[in-house]
């Protein structure tokens, strides 16, 4: 049975600092997926990881994967009260299963 | 373009009671799936279909049943209810390229 961990599961910083989310999974894979939530709203794809040693990045977010490893990360930098959301990462083993979800990392970015 | 449409948006009902939650999808995508979702758990697969006339269980797929006679909707059915079912619940699609794109939910409440 598939499992992925993402750690922390909750996180407050401050604006301008740095930091890192992490998604462990149990299962060799080679397609991981990060999302974004906001409260009340669906889930918007933010990246698509489709081979080891990807690297995606979209203004202050920066995800990565190491399927050696079984670990992606979600780089934050010099965050913004705007990036204050729920962040899911997701796991693909193939097949028509659909995807199989961490339990998402409640982010709080103050002022 | 509506692209994914979830309805109803919000639903009260009581429990043993039977309920259907719509989804409509007009990228006419092969796969489609039902998550639901709670605090502390992520996104749980339900059910997903793989084309038309195509399902199958997914990790938490008692007291529900699917159907998918068009490619275009999948509706998911509460036989009846229980309030465990209370829940906010997703339905996605994907084409053969994922990532999978989400509806913006129905949140179900149970009495």
């Known amino acids: 049975e598939l499992k992925v961990e993402q750690n922390p599961l909750f996180l407050s910083m401050q604006e301008g600092k740095n930091y890192t989310i992490y998604c462990n999974y149990s299962t060799t894979s080679d397609r991981l997926y990060w999302y974004r939530q906001d409260p009340g709203k669906s889930l918007e794809s933010l990246f698509v990881?489709?081979?080891?040693?990807a690297v995606k990045q979209e203004g202050r977010l920066m995800a990565s994967l190491d399927t050696k490893a079984r670990l992606s990360t979600l780089h934050i930098t010099a965050a913004v009260h705007d990036l204050s959301a729920t962040y899911f990462c997701a796991v693909d083993i193939g097949g028509a299963d659909g995807l199989t979800f961490g339990k998402g990392t409640h982010l709080i970015i103050q002022p | 373009d509506a692209g994914i449409t979830q309805s109803p948006r919000y639903k009260i009902t009581e429990t043993g009671r039977q309920v259907t939650l719509m989804c409509h999808q007009t990228?006419?995508?092969?796969?489609m799936f039902w998550y639901r979702q709670d605090l502390g758990h992520g996104l749980r697969l339900i059910y997903y279909s793989a084309a038309a006339d195509i399902t199958d269980k997914g990790e938490v797929p008692d007291g529900y049943v699917v159907s998918r006679s068009k490619t275009e909707n999948f509706p998911l059915t509460l036989e009846s209810a229980t309030r465990s079912q209370t829940s906010v619940y997703f339905c996605?699609?994907?084409?053969?390229?994922?990532?999978?794109?989400f509806g913006d939910g129905t949140r179900l409440s149970i009495l």
């Open positions: 996605a699609t994907s084409g053969s390229d994922k990532p999978q794109h």
């Open positions: 990881l489709l081979s080891n040693g």
């Open positions: 990228w006419s995508h092969s796969y």
